[in-house]
């Protein structure tokens, strides 16, 4: 395992606490690029870094190069293979994308860190996260929720009893999260492996039979498009901190003109507009970084047109240059 940041002094806290974030391959490219760009927009004095694996593409790499995004560059299938000889398994749990996410567990040079998944938005500077006390063992993770209907057809905000959303999680690096994650994911049959959905899955197991202890973030912290409105409306949080945009659309999808049916999948009006800030965000960071600085000198046209035939070794156009009919019609 090759990691290409190196180890800063333990007293400096804004070089030993970190954002990070997770890419298993290309998709999320533009979710990583806009919590780049989210972070500092907020204020937030801490680095970010990404853990990329053998799947995400040179192309991309150099993309997350031209931002200037701290990469950790880790090679899955090598740590897998510590925990596994199972190749049919370990190639099935590089397919599915989630479950690299534990590889945060092993950055050791890193005092704490603050997991973001790549399909967030940051409304508030959340550095004071890096205040809360973490051990061995401990992590932090806001409660999964969701949108429901009751039996009376109303709707209802459902919590789930023991059951944490893994899309923020506040803890400390360390061996024992690290190895009891990858213990109890590889350590399975491909028939097991089959049944479980994502990553917070083995982290809820985990929690469930006090391997690990989960304490849990207020909801404001990882909150869903399609209750916000609610939460405030009933006073369970103040304002969101950070938004989630957990199921689909996702809102590159809606930039990409991919969100399709009934409303595009918006649940309500805010969710609406929290696509929109996303989207809004994006194209800041797209202004700032491509579109405001000056070009080194202005581009010199030509004053005369001509016809010419293009070489065919591809080595330029022919010298036998002839200038345009004068009745070539516009």
Not at 37 to 42: A, R
Not at 200 to 214: F, M, T
Not at 252 to 257: F, I, R
Not at 299 to 323: M, Q, T, W
Request: charged share 25%.
């Amino acid at each position: 395992m090759e990691l290409v940041i190196t180890k800063k002094t333990i007293s400096d806290r804004t070089d030993n606490y970190a954002f990070i974030s997770y890419m298993a391959n290309d998709r999320d490219i533009k979710g990583v690029l806009t919590l780049n760009y989210n972070l500092t927009k907020v204020g937030s004095i801490y680095k970010y870094y990404v853990v990329i694996i053998e799947k995400v593409s040179e192309h991309i790499r150099n993309v997350l190069k031209e931002h200037k995004i701290n990469i950790v560059d880790i090679d899955f299938f090598s740590i897998c293979k510590n925990f596994t000889h199972n190749i049919p398994l370990i190639e099935k749990v590089i397919s599915k994308h989630y479950y690299g996410k534990y590889l945060i567990f092993s950055l050791y040079q890193f005092e704490k860190i603050i997991y973001l998944d790549t399909d967030l938005l940051l409304l508030e500077n959340i550095d004071h996260l890096f205040q809360l006390e973490t051990v061995d063992k401990n992590i932090y993770m806001a409660y999964d929720m969701q949108l429901a209907m009751s039996r009376e057809n109303e709707p209802i905000i459902v919590f789930t009893k023991n059951g944490f959303n893994s899309g923020v999680i506040i803890s400390k690096p360390n061996t024992i999260l690290f190895e009891l994650c990858y213990k109890l994911l590889l350590g399975m049959t491909i028939e097991e492996f089959d049944k479980i959905n994502t990553d917070q899955d083995i982290l809820n197991n985990l929690v469930e039979n006090s391997a690990i202890n989960c304490i849990p973030l207020n909801p404001k912290y990882n909150i869903p498009p399609s209750v916000v409105y609610d939460m405030i409306a009933y006073k369970f949080i103040d304002k969101p901190y950070i938004i989630h945009y957990m199921l689909k659309p996702k809102p590159w999808d809606v930039l990409d003109a991919m969100a399709y049916g009934e409303n595009k999948g918006f649940y309500n009006n805010v969710s609406k507009h929290t696509h929109k800030l996303w989207i809004s965000t994006y194209m800041e960071m797209m202004e700032k970084h491509y579109f405001t600085s000056e070009q080194s000198r202005d581009r010199l046209y030509a004053k005369e047109y001509h016809y010419g035939n293009f070489l065919k070794d591809g080595k330029g156009i022919s010298v036998d240059l002839c200038p345009l009919p004068k009745n070539t019609p516009i």
